[in-house]
């Protein structure tokens, strides 16, 4: 049987992730992060989402590491405010943690050695490029690379997104019965999503290219 | 001018890593973890070490991440007890802390690009593989191909003693005035070093093959 730790967000993408691996057959381990994340309402619901799926779930505390990285990230540095409109835009850069998937993914690798798991896996896709430098493929790749390495035994580090579109994760989702409703994008936090940071633009966007109901009440339609 | 974040602890390694870049005229922050590994009185001699070279000084907590990880690593794991005997031998293998290379330079990737630094260093050696993957000279080439890629802009991670023998790093330390005698390598901890465990047996030899006295004091002579 495959063995696979999971970053888990509570977002759309992590959210699918686990489904698919669940559908898969895998046994999965979903690890969350409190980073000191302005959104962290994200990580109820990857707790939320892993006890109805009936899978293992680690919330790690790493709030030591969100000062010591926070720099200008409007996620991590509360003076900095989470810009609005298109994800792609360069305003986005803002919203950047500089270098949380590694940091996140290492931490993933040192929990499947210390489980005697094979398999990481993350829900990077390829439209988070764009803005992200850590959710590049070429990035992807080469830290797969690494992390075979990193053990005398291999652990392979798989990124099954990383070609998708956010509208293809939807999609997927749809038919495996992600809990939509349930699942946290939105950068400012709160208790509803805002509709119009960059990560709810996107959220919706992709529901609508993906021709699925979006089911997320927004604060601004 | 070079500015670079250095993964330091408090042994001899990396306190003449952090002398060597000193010495080069980089500007240097030391960053040292505590994951509660057993021998953490090596956080206060990494915190004396840079100090005393007139360095910045960052303690990292991150014990939760110890606990997620700490399996049947005799430095996390207080029931597994540490072995004595060489280095090389496959007792040793209790001593590995999965990944812990990994996720301590993701960290500091992550602080220098914070910081707007350009570099990361640490001081794997090349006696260092025989038991410890992540310090095979591979997996350092390969991470830092992924560490290029996980910012826009480019990181380097260096690592200068990868080909070293442990007694090359000895020599080089002595002509830089690094005060071997408050640098810490005990495995077990406490406030001697014990002579008898891994790192001690190993100190010892390289202070005698780079015929340098050896001004530790050790509980077993």
Redesign the interface.
């Known amino acids: 049987m495959e063995r696979t730790v999971v970053v888990a967000s509570g977002g759309l993408d992590s959210s699918t992730l686990l489904y698919l691996l669940k559908d898969k057959g895998h046994e999965v381990e979903a690890?969350a992060f409190d980073y000191g994340q302005r959104h962290r309402v994200e990580l109820e619901r990857a707790e939320e989402i892993s006890r109805k799926l009936g899978i293992a779930f680690?919330l790690?505390?790493?709030e030591?590491?969100g000062k010591?990285?926070?720099?200008k990230s409007s996620q991590l540095n509360l003076e900095v405010a989470v810009p609005e409109g298109h994800y792609e835009s360069k305003s986005m850069k803002t919203t950047v943690?500089?270098?949380?998937?590694?940091?996140f993914?290492?931490?993933a690798?040192?929990?499947a050695?210390?489980?005697g798991f094979s398999n990481v896996a993350f829900g990077a896709h390829s439209g988070d490029h764009a803005i992200y430098?850590?959710c590049?493929q070429?990035?992807s790749k080469?830290?797969a690379?690494?992390?075979e390495?990193?053990?005398?035994k291999k652990i392979n580090l798989i990124s099954p997104f990383v070609q998708f579109k956010k509208w293809e994760i939807v999609l997927l989702g749809s038919t495996l019965g992600v809990p939509f409703e349930r699942t946290w994008s939105c950068y400012k936090g709160g208790t509803r999503h805002c509709g119009r940071c960059g990560t709810c633009v996107e959220r919706r966007e992709a529901f609508s290219l993906a021709g699925v109901t979006d089911p997320t009440e927004y604060e601004n339609e």
Chains 1, 2 share one sequence.
Do not use: E, H, Y
């Open positions: 690890l680690q790690v505390s790493i030591p590491i010591l990285i926070a720099g943690v500089p270098n949380r998937n590694m940091i993914l290492s931490i690798v040192g929990r050695i210390a489980l430098p850590d590049r070429d990035f080469t830290l690379k690494a992390v390495l990193c053990d005398w």
